[in-house]
């Protein structure tokens, strides 16, 4: 299925190309760093790097691909981030790696566990919970 199926996000702001493998509690996505996307333009000229706040949408929005179609319909939205933690650089060229598992879901709160790689390192690891909420 494709990753505009499952989630709203479009470009330019969306950060998963490509789902590799999907299953039940888990999913492992990827996305390819062209160098022509906008954030580049500002950050930063001449040492182009990838923003963290970016690496962490992407991880989020791999979560939101693992839990389409689960539980109630509605908007996903992140509602806490935790153990934070930049490991590398991202830049252009780069493809990220992403893999994201559901740990445990309380009502309408599924709280996850995210890593990306880059050539098998990891560069940001992270844990964040996300609500489903009825679109109004």
Do not use: W
Request: glycine fraction near 10%; proline fraction near 4%.
């Amino acid at each position: 299925m494709e990753v505009t199926q499952l989630i709203p996000q479009r470009a330019p702001f969306l950060f998963v190309d490509k789902i590799v493998e999907r299953l039940d509690k888990k999913i492992l996505t990827s996305f390819k760093i062209t160098g022509q996307e906008d954030f580049f333009k500002g950050h930063f000229p001449g040492n182009p790097v990838m923003p963290g706040v970016l690496l962490q949408e992407a991880l989020f929005q791999s979560g939101a691909c693992l839990l389409a179609g689960e539980g109630d319909a509605g908007l996903g939205v992140v509602t806490r981030v935790n153990n934070v933690k930049f490991r590398g650089l991202v830049r252009p060229g780069d493809e990220l790696q992403m893999e994201v598992e559901l740990v445990e879901v309380i009502s309408n709160a599924y709280m996850m566990k995210g890593k990306t790689r880059v050539n098998g390192k990891i560069v940001v690891a992270l844990d964040f919970t996300c609500a489903s909420i009825s679109e109004s």
